[in-house]
């Protein structure tokens, strides 16, 4: 069983506009061949011709049971109406959490603007999913995006599961301390190469992981993800089986762990 948490239907490759089920098709391809049993699709903070709204990814993947939604929120940009309609989608079951992508924006997470988000998140338990650590655009101000920055919001809503995607990547200490000390936070090892692992990079990435795992325990805490189209699938897969981790923590990692938190059907899965 593979469970990818974080995955895209934008496109990244802005010079020609693709449809909506064009990616999906993609994804659903590529989840065929690397056997991945089922994902997580993030809706982006930003709304453009190739990035689609939540509603519209939520339309596009109603007939896949191997797809669920996390809705992408902008701290910027959101209104009353935003939140109702996530609220709406949150109550038909059709999203599994929220998005908040602190450095592509410039806010910190512990903003007291954002309490209505998580708010929102705690009535309907599900996951907050946070950006951290560095950008895919160079326009980003990763100061924002520290993880460190994610342990206020876990004190101050200790019954609100969050998730803080891409290890913290390279901040990836400060994220095993913020994981280790609450309970109630979680990490994806998602975004951590653009395309394939090298093998330099992989080493070290592989080495890192381990350290986090050894530093703070059994990996209840870990979710495995790739940040497709940005990352290749198959590649992740490589670097996940080289980790040569134990059967027991790595069912976990692969899958269980986000059954459990995204509160998915394995079965239908």
């Known amino acids: 069983?593979?469970?990818?948490?974080?995955?895209?239907?934008?496109?990244?490759?802005?010079?020609?506009?693709v449809s909506i089920d064009q990616c999906l098709d993609n994804l659903l391809g590529e989840m065929e061949k690397n056997s991945v049993d089922h994902s997580l699709v993030l809706t982006s903070y930003k709304v453009t011709e190739h990035r689609p709204p939540t509603r519209d990814v939520v339309k596009a993947?109603?007939?896949h049971d191997n797809i669920s939604?996390?809705?992408?929120?902008?701290?910027?940009?959101?209104?009353?109406?935003?939140?109702?309609?996530?609220?709406?989608?949150?109550?038909?079951?059709l999203i599994k959490g929220l998005k908040l992508y602190p450095g592509y924006e410039p806010f910190y997470?512990?903003?007291q603007r954002?309490?209505?988000?998580?708010?929102?998140a705690m009535e309907f338990d599900v996951p907050v999913m946070f950006h951290t650590g560095d950008t895919y655009?160079?326009?980003g101000k990763v100061r924002f995006a520290h993880p460190l920055n994610i342990d206020d919001v876990a004190v101050d809503n200790p019954t609100m599961k969050i998730v803080i995607c891409h290890i913290g990547?390279?901040?990836?200490?400060?994220?095993m301390e913020v994981v280790y000390k609450n309970p109630n936070v979680y990490t994806d090892v998602s975004g951590l190469t653009l395309g394939d692992f090298n093998e330099k990079f992989e080493r070290f990435m592989?080495?890192?992981?381990?350290?986090?795992?050894?530093?703070?325990?059994?990996?209840?805490?870990?979710?495995?993800?790739?940040?497709?189209?940005?990352?290749?699938?198959?590649?992740?897969?490589?670097?996940?089986?080289?980790?040569?981790?134990?059967?027991?923590?790595?069912?976990k990692i692969m899958w269980r762990n986000a059954a459990e938190l995204f509160k998915i059907d394995v079965p239908a899965a």
Request: proline share 5%; glycine share 4%; aromatic share 12%.
């Open 206 to 251: 592989r080495n890192q992981v381990k350290e986090m795992l050894t530093y703070a325990g059994e990996p209840q805490y870990m979710l495995y993800g790739t940040d497709w189209p940005i990352c290749n699938m198959r590649s992740y897969l490589k670097f996940m089986k080289e980790l040569k981790l134990p059967a027991a923590s790595m069912e």
């Open 114 to 120: 954002c309490q209505v988000i998580y708010d929102l």
């Open 1 to 17: 069983m593979i469970i990818d948490v974080h995955t895209h239907l934008n496109n990244y490759h802005e010079d020609r506009v």
């Open 109 to 111: 997470p512990y903003d």
């Open 137 to 139: 655009s160079p326009t």
């Open 169 to 175: 990547n390279p901040w990836i200490r400060d994220c």
């Open 61 to 63: 993947t109603e007939k």
């Open 69 to 93: 939604v996390v809705a992408g929120i902008s701290f910027l940009n959101y209104k009353q109406r935003d939140l109702r309609e996530i609220a709406e989608f949150l109550e038909a079951g």
